[in-house]
């Protein structure tokens, strides 16, 4: 059966391109079966690739996410996908305000499979500037989700 992932961030420049890139990475090094995408939360970087300096640290970690595009998160994804995965609280709440009662997905916060990172959000590189960071904080949420996925 294959799992179908999508991971949200504000503009999906960064963090959810990042994300999608680790996790497309990592399922396919677990032979895991998964759909994977990303998307955005507002609409105004639509159809623009990942930020330069994510697509550079992302690169330096083995991921490449240059040819991705962003999009806008739409009601379908919550059919869609069985995993809706926000970046921070702010892109949670928009999402819960988007998600309709009976939807398939599993709404939650990436680091909620990071238990052991004591943080609850991915800060966002964009302004932040510090995209390791925001990588490694990725790559533990993506682990937890990976492990989570096959029990």
Not at 45 to 66: F, L, M, N, S, V
């Given at each position: 059966m294959v799992t179908r992932v999508l991971f949200v961030c504000l503009?999906?420049?960064?963090?959810?391109?990042?994300?999608?890139?680790?996790?497309?990475?990592?399922?396919?090094?677990?032979?895991?079966?998964a759909?994977?995408?990303?998307?955005?939360?507002?609409?105004w970087h639509t159809g623009d690739p990942p930020y330069p300096p994510a697509i550079t640290a992302a690169a330096a970690r083995g991921y490449d996410i240059a040819n991705q595009r962003a999009r806008q998160?739409?009601?379908?994804?919550?059919?869609?996908?069985?995993?809706?995965?926000?970046?921070?609280g702010s892109n949670y709440d928009k999402l819960s305000a988007l998600c309709p009662m009976d939807a398939k997905a599993d709404l939650r916060m990436?680091?909620?499979?990071?238990?052991?990172?004591?943080?609850?959000?991915v800060p966002d590189p964009y302004y932040t500037g510090d995209f390791e960071e925001a990588l490694d904080?990725?790559?533990?949420g993506v682990e937890g989700l990976l492990a989570e996925l096959q029990r």
């Amino acid at each position: 059966m294959v799992t179908r992932v999508l991971f949200v961030c504000l503009g999906n420049i960064c963090r959810s391109p990042m994300a999608e890139g680790v996790f497309r990475a990592m399922a396919e090094r677990e032979g895991l079966e998964a759909e994977v995408d990303s998307a955005a939360t507002g609409d105004w970087h639509t159809g623009d690739p990942p930020y330069p300096p994510a697509i550079t640290a992302a690169a330096a970690r083995g991921y490449d996410i240059a040819n991705q595009r962003a999009r806008q998160v739409r009601r379908g994804d919550f059919d869609r996908f069985d995993h809706v995965l926000a970046m921070d609280g702010s892109n949670y709440d928009k999402l819960s305000a988007l998600c309709p009662m009976d939807a398939k997905a599993d709404l939650r916060m990436l680091m909620e499979y990071a238990p052991e990172t004591d943080r609850d959000t991915v800060p966002d590189p964009y302004y932040t500037g510090d995209f390791e960071e925001a990588l490694d904080l990725i790559e533990a949420g993506v682990e937890g989700l990976l492990a989570e996925l096959q029990r």
